[in-house]
């Protein structure tokens, strides 16, 4: 027995090989499992930007809806009328009234024309009444073509009594002269003074008063 004893304690520290073996296996792991976790101070890596959202595609707004029991084709229909309607061209008074007087006549008197492009200047439809001043003139109405000057002459142009857009003194040297030699004693006086402002111009300077006294009888 005491030999034995020796044997088991022959290497001076009473622990038997096989497990002296296995606690320095046990060592080995433990100090690489250390090694391989992450200490509490260590830096976590940089967090990775974030993307920015891409902004809300634009709503569009829902079309309005016909009215109920209204279908498609009627709405379109419906929507074809108020355009029209709205759409009426100026003057369309004055071609009805031509139309209606050429139905009873041959050609709608010059008198008659006048009377109603008085009416419609009355009530501020300056382009029927134009229309007719005109018509009226042609055949030679000596009151209508005064009208006419008198809208292009700058001594009494005003947009509210006028369809043009500015003053024109060769329409009004045109229809002042119309007028004068249908008669009209008013418009010969007309255009004496029409001459006085257009020889001014020239002389300012004036192409288009030049270009108009060149062809003033």
């Not at 296996?25 to 974030?50: D, R, Y």
């Not at 500015?166 to 007309?190: I, T």
Request: aromatic share 6%.
């Amino acid at each position: 027995m005491i030999r034995d004893y020796k044997e088991t304690t022959s290497n001076g520290s009473g622990i038997p090989p096989g497990a002296k073996a296995l606690m320095v296996l046990i060592a080995i792991v433990t100090l690489v499992a250390i090694w391989l976790v992450p200490g509490e101070e260590q830096e976590a890596p940089p967090a990775l930007p974030e993307m920015a959202s891409p902004p809300p595609a634009e709503q569009s707004l829902p079309l309005p809806l016909p009215p109920v029991g209204e279908g498609k084709g009627a709405a379109a229909q419906r929507e074809v009328e108020e355009q029209g309607s709205a759409a009426q061209r100026e003057g369309d008074t004055a071609r009805t009234i031509v139309a209606q007087l050429r139905a009873e006549d041959t050609e709608p008197a010059p008198g008659e024309l006048f009377a109603r492009a008085e009416q419609l200047q009355s009530e501020g439809q300056l382009e029927d009444a134009y229309l007719l001043y005109r018509l009226a003139g042609r055949q030679g109405h000596a009151q209508a073509a005064l009208v006419l000057g008198t809208q292009a002459d700058p001594a009494f142009y005003t947009l509210e009594t006028s369809i043009l857009p500015e003053p024109d003194p060769q329409q009004a040297y045109k229809w002042y002269s119309a007028a004068a030699a249908a008669g009209n004693e008013e418009a010969v006086e007309r255009l004496r003074q029409l001459r006085a402002h257009v020889e001014q111009s020239a002389a300012d300077g004036n192409p288009a008063a030049r270009r108009l006294l060149l062809q003033w009888r």
